[in-house]
Each structure stands twice: as structure tokens, then as C-alpha cells.
């Protein structure tokens, strides 16, 4: 499974971020001596660096290019972010996305695999694709020495491609595979089920791998259609940071993407998630050796105002060393295996706690789980809990935000989503303003109906 670079929220091809969760009698609650409500919130730093201006062109195919000077460092990186994947997809193109943004790296009109595969060595350079829910992403990097080959190879792959048989039946047989593994993998089956009535009426109720019967049909013909349709330049933008000239970059981008065909941005496919309007079980069995279950609420999606809110709740949630579900459901014995996950959609998403366990212990570890995310929604974080989340996710999300590949996913993935290449800037200042009261109320305002989705072994009857 591709790699994943969470913390800028970049998801390449076939995601499925796990996480963790836990419970309630098992663990002391948040400490309750004073009134949260009467504890001035500490002082808060921020620790994002916006860097040099950002240079933004539109041009009259509609792409727009970002470019950002780097001098601190010796790398330099570029990344084409496109409106596709999940959102954009039909029943009956689902998961095909996944087969184009990733045959698209198999040679152009120009030079086959191999040339370009001994063009990216000899300039020391690392070419990837990836798809997720609502966009997908060509990104390159390399030294700062060869930033005029790294504008070419990236124009050429993304206005240039081939798109072989033999790429587009291969990545079509690997997306296959991922699909088939949400229905088989029983981890990933209940998460599946968890999908259908969280996100009923949407496309995200399919997984963001796509399904079988829309990838079974897949030919290089429509692999292209998708791609004509995707790779316009008012769906498209290109972004480029590094230690070099802005000005000299932006204008050899300008002239690499001049032939980038106008159009319009997508608009998502119609669907909006139809609200849970009650507390919801889905079950089935199957021939698996333990239970397996998602137990989650709705969630607000990174571009709703709640999100950094949630990022504090995801973090305390799947704590390693301290959460009362992804800590101490494993440390008392309870569960075999346990995790949290918080996908990244815009708009709506899902907070969910999915865990396996032996038959006997999963009424313990449903309700713990229940009642720890139940305590959200009544109870804030003691001052404690929530200054050490609080950094967690500020260090987890701005860690790497000196290199410049991560700047250019991350600026280029939310400029094309539309909440600007400014986001991360926004989400830090939004997240210093909060207090665990209103993370809480955050909480109160989206735990509202859950769903469980569980899958159990066979029953088997006694012999007498």
C-alpha cells in the first residue's frame, strides 16, 4: 500500500489510515477538582512557518501555478494536484481514478518507461502518484541543480501521457486486488459495512479504492476519457518549492503547461450523506476466526470550521501511550487489535473506532468504546490532556513542513480543493483559538446518531 503523508493531509492512492480507540471503566476519567470553565487557557505558539510569498498565476487555460521560494533548503519538489478520485466518480467508474493516476506514470508520447525511468536517476529524481477521495496528485523531487528537468519530466508525464495496454491492464489487476480486499480482509469489510449508512445517498459510501464491478470494465479507452476529463486547466493546479529563482521557475512553468487544455472545474458527483436519524447496527457473519467491529459518529471534513477541533479529539483518541481506547483496550486484555480513523473528506467525514476481539470480551470493548466517545460530548479534557493534544497535533502536523514536497502536495492539494494554498496557516491559528470546551462542544454538536457495523463467525451448531 502506497505510502501516506497524513500530516498534510496528502492522500496517495489506495488509503486506509487505521487508527485507535478505548474505554471508559477501565480507565479514571478526565480529572474534575476545578472548573475547566474558570482555567485561563495557556499561552499558545505557533509554530507554522508561512515561508517566503507565495507566487500565484492564473493562466488562461485556467491552471493556476504556485511557486514558493525555499532557500534554507537544497531540494526542490513539484506536485500537479487534480479535482478527481471518490467524490467525482460514479457506481459505474468507481475506483478508475486509481488505475489512471497511476498508469499515467508509464511513459509519455514521447519516451517510453524505461527512458523515463533513466531520466528520473540521472537526475536524481523521485517521480509518484496517488489518488484519494477528492483529488489526485503527480508529484516529483529532486536537487535543487536539476529544477529545469524536474518542470519538464512533470509537464510531459501530466500533458504527454501514453497510457500503454499493458500499464493500464496492470494498475487495472492491482486496483482489482485492493478492491476484492475490502470485501475480504475482515477489518476493512467492517469498515465497508461502516461506510453504506454513514454515507448513504453519497459516494462515499463506496470505499476510496473503487469496486469491482465498477473497475471489472476498465479499459485504456476509458481510462483516457477520465483523463480529458480531469486534466484541464481550470481542474488542475501546479505548485513548485525549492531553493531557486521564483520568478525564473514561474516562468519556465508557464511555458512547460502552456499547452494545458482549458476547462472548467469539476463539480463534485451529486450525493450529499443523508443523516443517520437513529442509532444504527449493521451485522453479518462470516467465516472469520474473531469478531470485528467499526463503531463511529459523524465528523466534520477539513474544510468545516470544527475540524481543528476534531484533530484534538483524533489525537487523544489514538494516543499510543495514553488513549483510553488505542492504550488501554489492549493493555487490560480486551482487544487483540484496536485503531481510529478519521479519513480526510472535505466536507463530511466520520470519526470511527474499529477493533477485533474474542467473543466473550466484545460486549466490554463496544461499551467502552461507546462511553469513551459518549464522555467527549459531556465532559472537555482536563487542562493537562488537552495541552499535551494540542502539541501532538501541531508537531504532527507541521513536523515536516521544511521540506519541499510536502509544501508543494499540501499547498497544491487544498488550492485545488478550494480552501486555498493558505490552509495550513488558517487551520493552526483556528486551532490556537480553541479551548477543551469547545472541543467538547464540538463533539456534542457531531456525535449525534452512531453506526456500528460488526462481522462475527459462523455459529456452529453442538453435536450432542
Given amino acids: 500500500m502506497p505510502h501516506q503523508n497524513r500530516k498534510f493531509l496528502w492522500i496517495r492512492g489506495l488509503w486506509l489510515l487505521w487508527a485507535i480507540l478505548l474505554g471508559p471503566f477501565l480507565v479514571p476519567g478526565p480529572a474534575v477538582g476545578q472548573d475547566r470553565s ?39 519538489a513539484g506536485a500537479v494536484a487534480v479535482r478527481m478520485g471518490t467524490i467525482y466518480e ?4 468507481a475506483g478508475r481514478g486509481q488505475v489512471l493516476i497511476k498508469a499515467i506514470l508509464a511513459g509519455t508520447q514521447k519516451i517510453t518507461s524505461v527512458e523515463l525511468a533513466l531520466r528520473l536517476l540521472a537526475a536524481e529524481a523521485q517521480l509518484e502518484s496517488g489518488a484519494g477521495p477528492d483529488l489526485g496528485q503527480i508529484s516529483i523531487s529532486t536537487k535543487r541543480e536539476q529544477v529545469d528537468t524536474a ?45 453504506g449508512p454513514m454515507y448513504r445517498g453519497s459516494p462515499l459510501q463506496r470505499s476510496v479504492a473503487g ?13 483516457l476519457a477520465l483523463y480529458k476529463k480531469y486534466f484541464v486547466g481550470g481542474n488542475m493546479v501546479v505548485c513548485f518549492v525549492g531553493n531557486f529563482d521564483g520568478k525564473r521557475v514561474m516562468a519556465h512553468l508557464e511555458k512547460a503547461f502552456a499547452a494545458t487544455p482549458a476547462g472548467k472545474a469539476l463539480e ?18 462470516r ?10 459518529y459523524p465528523a466534520p471534513g477539513y474544510m468545516e470550521p470544527d475540524y481543528p477541533a476534531f484533530k484534538i479529539i483524533e489525537s487523544y483518541l489514538a494516543s499510543a501511550d495514553r488513549s483510553p481506547i488505542t492504550f488501554w483496550l ?68 507541521f513536523s515536516n513542513q521544511s521540506d519541499p514536497l510536502a509544501r508543494a502536495r499540501s499547498m497544491s492539494q487544498f488550492e485545488v480543493a478550494g480552501a ?16 477543551a470546551e469547545r472541543v467538547r462542544a464540538a463533539a456534542e454538536h457531531w456525535f449525534t446518531h452512531s453506526c456500528e457495523s460488526t462481522i462475527t463467525p459462523f455459529k456452529t451448531e453442538s453435536k450432542p
Fill in 151 to 195: 518542470i519538464d519530466l512533470l509537464a510531459e508525464v501530466a500533458l504527454q501521457p501514453a497510457f500503454p495496454d499493458t500499464a493500464v491492464d496492470g494498475m487495472r489487476q492491482r486496483a482489482l486486488t485492493a478492491a476484492a480486499d475490502q470485501d475480504e480482509n475482515p477489518v476493512r469489510a467492517s469498515y465497508s459495512m461502516f461506510l
Fill in 287 to 296: 467465516d472469520v476466526l474473531a469478531p470485528v467491529m467499526t463503531f463511529g
Fill in 268 to 285: 463534485a458527483y451529486p450525493g450529499e450523506p443523508v443523516p443517520l436519524a437513529a442509532d444504527t447496527t449493521v451485522t453479518t457473519q
Fill in 211 to 223: 469496486t469491482v464491478s465498477g473497475l471489472a470494465g476498465c479499459r485504456r479507452k476509458d481510462v
Fill in 420 to 435: 486555498g494554498y493558505d490552509f495550513q496557516r488558517r487551520f493552526e491559528q483556528s486551532l490556537l483559538g480553541l479551548n
Fill in 90 to 93: 460514479s457506481d459505474d467508474d
Fill in 38 to 76: 474558570n482555567i485561563a487557557p495557556r499561552a499558545r505558539v505557533p509554530i507554522f512557518d508561512a515561508g517566503a510569498p507565495v507566487q500565484r498565476k492564473v493562466l488562461k487555460s485556467g491552471l493556476t501555478i504556485l511557486v514558493q521560494e525555499q532557500r534554507t533548503s537544497y531540494r526542490v
Fill in 330 to 397: 489492549p493493555q487490560a486484555g480486551i482487544t487483540a487489535s484496536v485503531g481510529v480513523l478519521y479519513p480526510p473528506y472535505p466536507k463530511r467525514a466520520s470519526m470511527a473506532v474499529y477493533f477485533t476481539a474474542a467473543p466473550n470480551q466484545m460486549g466490554a470493548a463496544r461499551d467502552t468504546v461507546s462511553a469513551v466517545l459518549g464522555r467527549l460530548r459531556t465532559q472537555p479534557l482536563d487542562e493537562e490532556e488537552y495541552a499535551e493534544q494540542l502539541k501532538r497535533v501541531q508537531e504532527g502536523t
